[in-house]
């Protein structure tokens, strides 16, 4: 079965920490660009990091650099979502998806072109 499993995800007071991550079953993680979107209660989905294939030059949302790190282990088919100093905007439902690509550079918050999605993991920020 090919699918994307988050875990990681819980409740943590402000400024605290989670880390995410984003494990693959059924196919070569190592072949797909990473993205992690989020979805708050009443909002739209947003696009928050990405990371190419080989891990190079990732992106993030202005909310969260320097504050989230995202990286990925192709040899455990894993991408990680290390996030800091965590505030009560960041509560949300954080989901990864997958976009096979060939481009070494690549990677994108454009939600239609992603082949995977993963069931998404809530994370509450709350005092």
């Known amino acids: 079965q090919l699918q994307l499993v988050e875990s990681g995800g819980g409740l943590v007071q402000p400024g605290g920490s989670l880390r995410l991550s984003c494990a693959a079953s059924?196919?070569?993680?190592?072949?797909?660009?990473i993205s992690w979107f989020r979805q708050a209660p009443g909002k739209e989905r947003e696009g928050v990091s990405c990371?190419?294939?080989?891990?190079?030059?990732?992106n993030y949302a202005d909310s969260v650099k320097g504050r989230f790190t995202v990286s990925r282990d192709n040899a455990k088919n894993t991408v990680y979502l290390q996030m800091n100093s965590l505030k009560p905007e960041d509560t949300a439902v954080y989901y990864c998806?997958?976009?096979?690509?060939?481009?070494?550079?690549?990677?994108?918050?454009?939600?239609?072109?992603?082949?995977?999605w993963g069931q998404g993991t809530q994370v509450t920020v709350s005092s």
């Open positions: 990371i190419t294939r080989w891990g190079q030059s990732p």
């Open positions: 998806a997958a976009v096979l690509t060939a481009v070494q550079g690549f990677c994108s918050f454009s939600e239609s072109r992603f082949n995977y």
């Open positions: 059924g196919f070569t993680l190592g072949n797909y660009a």
